[in-house]
């Protein structure tokens, strides 16, 4: 896939595929969050018994605040339980230059029409979801996410409707 907005001269890509039982993706951009260049290659491998190996490595225009990663990780799903966890190396961040100095773990639980997720990382920032299928293409759901020592705390209860 490929966009291109000439107006603004940005493009953006991502190639994926399997090959041989692991799913690869490239994906690139001139315009990041930092307004610089961004490059992406991610695989992942399901090992068949419920298990999901992965890992990418990030490569951001450092001279526009971007910040090199990389990451490996796993899930786990057990019947209605999947467990995840990724550890992140960042890059070009004084104090943090080995893997598990970031990191996030998440929990899912599915139960029928309701799924319930939780999530954390290293710096105690929580979000907890749950979505309960109404039928028809529409779901109740509540959401919460605190970021600690900040005010950018968010709870949120509506509506989806897919049609």
Known sequence: AMTSDESASTSSYKISGNVAGVALTLTGTDNDDNGGDATKIAASYA???????????????????????????????????????TAIKPGEVAGADAFGDEWDLSLKYSAGAMVASFAIDEADATTIIADYALGGGASAFAAMHDKAGTADDLTTVGLNFAF
């Open 47 to 85: 090992m068949g018994n419920g298990l999901t190996l992965k890992g990418s490595v990030e490569d951001e225009s450092l001279a526009s605040g971007g910040e090199d990663e990389q990451t490996v990780g796993f899930s786990y799903a057990m019947d209605a339980l999947t467990i995840g966890y």
